[in-house]
Every structure is written in structure tokens, then in C-alpha cells.
């Protein structure tokens, strides 16, 4: 892995993180303000995704935000929710890994997916000419 990739996927890191916490922090603040739990929870996540779109476009891959590209961005969010999910369930069902552990396997395979998403999808460069 080249120190390109290496500095970019940190920075991913950090910005997800940030996310993260905007997610939770939004979820707890609504909760607490009695919004019924299913709308903090999309509600969050919604938020979470602007900034995390937002942070990684500008910050990881140098990209101009648009409408197009937070569509792109959602589309990738929902993959790797899809994984997450996924792998989660096959780890816990069928091998026998314990549910939080088989969640931290998911959440962390669904991060590489969704990096490669960004990078490859949701923010590749057009090519010149």
C-alpha cells in the first residue's frame, strides 16, 4: 500500500469517525428531545451522512460536493450497510462468532468496502481529455 493510499484510508478513518459521532450524538439528542426512536434513528444517520460526505469530498478526495455525488455517496452507505449486516449475521448464525465481536468484523469490513466505493465510485477522477 502506498503512502497515498495509506495517508487517504487514515483520513477516511477520521472522517467516518466524526460521522460516527454525529450519528450517535444526533440519535441521543433526539431521543432525548422525545423524537419516537425510528426518526432519530434515520434522522441521525441522515445527518451523519452529509458531514461524512461533506468531510471525505473535500478533505480524503479533494472533490466539489454536489447533488449527484451525495446520491452516489448514499447509494455506497447503503452497500456497506449491506455488508455490515451481512457479514455480521454469517459470523454470528453460522460460525459461531459472538454477536459484538461478529459486529466489529462487519462494521470493519463494510469500512473497506465503502472506502473502496468513495475512492473507485462515488469520488474516482475523470480522466483528462
Known sequence: MTGFLRSRLFRYFLTAGT???VDVGG???LCFGRVPIAVSAVTSF???AVVN???SGRWVFQSAPSLRGFGLFLLAALGGLLVNVSITLAASLY???PP????LVGVGTAFLVNFWLNQRIV???KAAG
Do not use: N
Not at 100 to 103: G, I, M, N, Y
Open 19 to 21: 460521522a460516527a459521532v
Open 27 to 29: 440519535f441521543a439528542v
Open 46 to 48: 441522515l445527518l451523519a
Open 53 to 55: 460526505y461533506l468531510l
Open 95 to 97: 460460525l459461531g462468532i
Open 100 to 103: 459484538v465481536l461478529a459486529k
Open 123 to 125: 469520488f474516482r477522477r
